[in-house]
């Protein structure tokens, strides 16, 4: 079946610790994103990729990193310098056809605490 | 002025009742715009996309005013099921064409029986 695998589910790191989040699609799409949601809050933009080996920040990258090195894979890492990196982390793939925006298609995301 | 803003919410609604939630946007580029629901402590799941003036699902139907520049969602006969929070969703194009989806905060809606 196609879709849109993170893993863990669950996750906890010792503060001063880099923990990497797995995100891998078989959709065959070009564009990745990773977003982190905190408690009644809405998604927040950490990074974006559309083609391999090329990525964007979004709205709050600072203490996180990435990398594009295969299409179907988009791993999050989040380093020591995140200072407050518990949160529900998501990661979504889109098609990319023209001009036309296609909806985003998500995991089941990685529930991050920090000890 | 943030990129999309929704209404603050929540709505709690009986039964039965037509709810509407509001999406403003500031990017007069975006093309198409999206609704997702999301339940609690769930991944987002694609509710309806709007491309042109609107769509219509049973009973969820999607508005798009570009002159206005804001989206709607309609619900109506609203049934315990449809409790979640909505979040609206616009492409944007960045430098280098590069598109990020941004979200809106999301409207939590609360059918009660």
């Known amino acids: 079946d196609g879709g849109i695998t993170q893993s863990p589910k669950y996750l906890f790191r010792k503060e001063g610790q880099n923990v990497t989040l797995s995100c891998e699609q078989n959709?065959?799409?070009?564009?990745m994103y990773w977003y982190r949601q905190d408690p009644g809050q809405g998604l927040r933009l950490i990074y974006y990729?559309?083609?391999?080996?090329?990525?964007q920040k979004g709205d709050i990258a600072e203490g996180y990193s990435v990398s594009r090195e295969k299409k179907e894979s988009f791993p999050l890492t989040v380093t020591s310098a995140q200072k407050n990196p518990t949160a529900f982390y998501l990661c979504a793939s889109s098609p990319l056809q023209g001009a036309l925006d296609t909806e985003a298609f998500f995991g089941q995301g990685t529930r991050l605490t920090v000890v | 002025r943030k990129e999309v803003e929704q209404d603050p919410g929540p709505f709690n609604v009986p039964e039965g009742a037509t709810v509407a939630f509001n999406c403003t946007y500031s990017n007069s580029a975006s093309q198409s715009f999206f609704w997702y629901r999301q339940d609690c402590r769930k991944e987002p799941k694609l509710l309806m996309s709007?491309?042109?003036s609107g769509n219509e699902d049973g009973r969820f139907t999607a508005q798009l005013n570009r002159a206005s520049q804001y989206i709607s969602l309609l619900i109506r006969d609203s049934k315990l099921s449809d409790s979640a929070t909505y979040l609206c969703?616009?492409?944007?194009?960045?430098?280098?064409?590069?598109?990020?989806?941004?979200f809106g905060s999301g409207t939590q809606l609360t059918v009660l029986p």
């Open positions: 709007v491309y042109s």
């Open positions: 990729s559309q083609i391999v080996n090329d990525f």
């Open positions: 969703v616009c492409p944007l194009i960045s430098s280098g064409s590069a598109r990020q989806l941004t």
């Open positions: 959709l065959n799409h070009d564009a």
